[in-house]
């Protein structure tokens, strides 16, 4: 059974840094895409970024470009999100995601594109 266990989210001030982690784990990876999705109290889930596994290609929301970085560890199975320089619009709940199949095409920037979640992990963000 695939799990994503998302971690490293807490509170910071504006201008600060976070890690976030993502460890998989359940299934292979290597063909996989894995992306981060967040969600603001009174708002919808948004995309901020996606990485495909074997290839390491990114992509990330224009709101977070420049500042975020996505990384994985192959021998760990866990993917990372390093947030640098943070805006109190940062704040909501980062979810995990990932999709264990991907062939071809994949966009990687919408819910449905994805089959398995994890459970959130807070950031907040002071100003």
């Known amino acids: 059974q695939v799990q994503l266990v998302e971690s490293g989210g807490g509170l910071v001030q504006a201008g600060g840094s976070l890690r976030l982690s993502c460890a998989a784990s359940g299934s292979t990876f290597s063909s996989a895409a894995m992306g981060w999705f967040r969600q603001a109290p009174g708002k919808e889930r948004e995309f901020v970024a996606t990485?495909?596994?074997?290839?390491?290609?990114?992509s990330y929301e224009d709101s977070v470009k420049g500042r975020f970085t996505l990384s994985r560890d192959n021998a760990k199975n866990t993917v990372y999100l390093q947030m640098n320089s943070l805006k109190p619009e940062d704040t909501a709940v980062y979810y995990c995601?990932?999709?264990?199949?991907?062939?071809?095409?994949?966009?990687?920037?919408?819910?449905?594109?994805?089959?398995?979640w994890g459970q959130g992990t807070q950031v907040t963000v002071s100003s």
């Open positions: 995601a990932a999709k264990l199949v991907v062939v071809g095409f994949f966009r990687g920037r919408f819910q449905y594109e994805y089959d398995y």
């Open positions: 990485i495909r596994w074997s290839a390491g290609i990114t």
